[in-house]
């Protein structure tokens, strides 16, 4: 339902998790793992 000429990247995303080539699983844990850094630098040491 994403058209492909509009969105051509979301859709061809859409497909590869559609197909089961790609499960998020990476992209989740990397953007985890920024947002736990950026907040362990901005607790108070000590």
């Given amino acids: 339902m994403i058209p492909e000429d509009v ?4 859709n061809k995303m859409a497909r590869a998790v559609i197909s089961g ?16 850094e950026g907040l362990e630098k901005r607790l108070p040491i000590g």
């Fill in 21 to 36: 080539e790609h499960n998020g699983i990476h992209d989740f844990e990397f953007g985890l793992d920024l947002i736990l």
């Fill in 7 to 10: 969105f051509p990247y979301l």
